[in-house]
């Protein structure tokens, strides 16, 4: 049975950093395509970081530079580090993947960013 259960997050100040964590039953994370969303109250999820099969990575623009995508095999294990947040950054953070066509998602941290 695949699991994405998700840890970390929180509120920090502008300027502060938080780590978003994704830990993986079902699939081997090193094998497959990874992501992080996030979603805002009136918005649609946007994609804010991707990790592919082969740790190619791309993010969106407004996180470029400040967050970093990565896995540990060993762990099944998937993370995002934020650095530089901005209050903008704010919203629930989604991780995900995509295995055999079915979308897998865990349940979400909120991470908030105070001015």
């Known amino acids: 049975q695949v699991q994405l259960a998700q840890s970390g997050g929180g509120l920090v100040q502008a300027g502060g950093s938080l780590r978003v964590t994704c830990a993986v039953r079902g699939f081997n994370v090193g094998a497959h395509a990874m992501a992080w969303y996030r979603q805002v109250p009136g918005k649609q999820r946007e994609l804010v970081a991707h990790?592919?099969?082969?740790?190619?990575?791309r993010y969106a623009d407004s996180v470029k530079g400040r967050f970093i995508i990565t896995r540990d095999n060993n762990k099944n294990t998937l993370y995002l580090q934020m650095n530089s947040l901005k209050p903008e950054d704010t919203g629930v953070y989604y991780c995900?993947?995509?295995?055999?066509?079915?979308?897998?998602w865990g349940q979400g941290t909120q991470v908030t960013v105070s001015s």
């Open positions: 995900n993947s995509e295995i055999q066509g079915s979308p897998y």
């Open positions: 990790l592919s099969g082969t740790s190619t990575t």
